[in-house]
């Protein structure tokens, strides 16, 4: 299994980002993908996920801001960044696993399949 992101940077206060998460060795339909983001000196959170049917999760900090998707056909899924604040800088990283979206919320310990992640600065 590999999960290569991409589309980070660094953008001013403000500004958008769209991150995305290209999906190998395994079906990207039927597994629960989500973004999770490492700020400097911070635990390493959840963002969105996406179940296989196109149900969505976000963390509070983010509803409204970002909007997550996937593209079953391409094994893509992607995280539009909007309205980017200074506390949205992190490494994010894109993540699977087929039970994950069976919680409620997005759980570090639900996901067994990780990214590299993609450095994103906001100033």
């Known amino acids: 299994v590999q999960l290569v992101e991409s589309g980070g940077g660094s953008v001013q206060a403000g500004g958008s980002l769209r991150l995305s998460c290209a999906a190998s060795?395994?079906?990207?339909?039927?597994?629960?993908m989500a973004w999770f983001r490492q700020g400097p000196g911070n635990a390493r959170e959840g963002v969105a996920q996406?179940?296989?049917?196109?149900?969505?999760v976000y963390a509070d900090s983010v509803k409204g801001r970002f909007i997550i998707s996937r593209d079953g056909a391409e094994n893509t899924v992607s995280l539009q960044m909007n309205s980017l604040k200074p506390e949205d800088t992190a490494m994010y990283y894109c993540?699977?696993?087929?039970?994950?979206?069976?919680?409620?919320?997005?759980?570090?310990?639900?996901?067994?399949?990780w990214g590299q992640g993609t450095q994103v600065t906001v100033s």
């Open positions: 993540a699977a696993d087929r039970m994950a979206c069976l919680r409620s919320s997005v759980q570090i310990e639900a996901y067994n399949y």
């Open positions: 060795g395994i079906t990207n339909h039927g597994y629960c």
């Open positions: 996406i179940d296989a049917d196109g149900n969505t």
